[in-house]
């Protein structure tokens, strides 16, 4: 019986490693900007600071729930957001936390304000300002109904 129980635990906690992390736009927000004067560009862009609780996300694998953007003409950027493509951070209704560079392994079939489930593993960018603060590679998306 006992054999049983911990072999019943094992199993139990082995899933618990592998799983992802389901994340919120809250656990995100824990970050702060400073402008910062990056010289190849000859101007200044807003450097992010991750706080300690952000820090322990990076290279977990993690889930997290928001509106599919694709803000690039040649389909090669595309973005998960807070909020729609109305309300989305270039339009001035939030910060560079409210969106999440996706790194696909094709064109999706997704329309912009799609809502998607994305996991991946997360990337925190400092100083690449040719891509977003965070970045989540080999995706894996689930639509969800509207």
Known sequence: MKNKILIA????????????????WEDLSK????????????????????????????????????YFLNIDPQGRLYILSKGPMSSCFFCGSGGPETAIEIQLPAKPPYKTDDVLEVTGKLKL??????????????????????
């Open 125 to 146: 960018n400092v100083d690449d300002i040719e891509h977003f603060n965070y970045i989540l590679v080999n995706c894996e998306v689930q639509p969800l109904k509207q």
């Open 9 to 24: 635990l094992v199993c139990f906690s082995s899933l618990m490693c592998f799983s992802q992390k389901k994340i919120t």
């Open 31 to 66: 970050v702060t900007f400073k402008e910062h004067f990056f010289p190849a560009y000859d101007r200044a862009f807003l450097k992010p600071t991750f706080s300690d609780s952000v820090k322990a996300l990076e290279g977990k694998l993690v889930t997290i729930t928001g």
